[in-house]
């Protein structure tokens, strides 16, 4: 009894992992896309103020 328990433990923290390191997996694909559009609407946020304090007229964003 005992030592069926342990492996079914074994066996539940295998799938457990496995689970997590498919979310993880995930997570990094879709964190790489939200860090390229974050730094490109942050470059792009950044180029627009430079513009705007170079001419000194009010850009529309966007």
Request: hydrophobic letters at 45%; charged letters at 15%.
């Amino acid at each position: 009894m005992h030592v069926s328990r342990s492996y079914h433990c074994r066996q539940s923290g295998f799938k457990a992992f496995v689970h997590i390191a498919f979310i993880v997996k995930c997570l990094a694909k879709q964190c790489k896309q939200l860090l390229i559009i974050f730094s490109i609407s942050y470059f792009h946020g950044s180029l627009t103020m430079w513009l705007r304090r170079q001419t000194r007229i009010p850009l529309i964003a966007g």
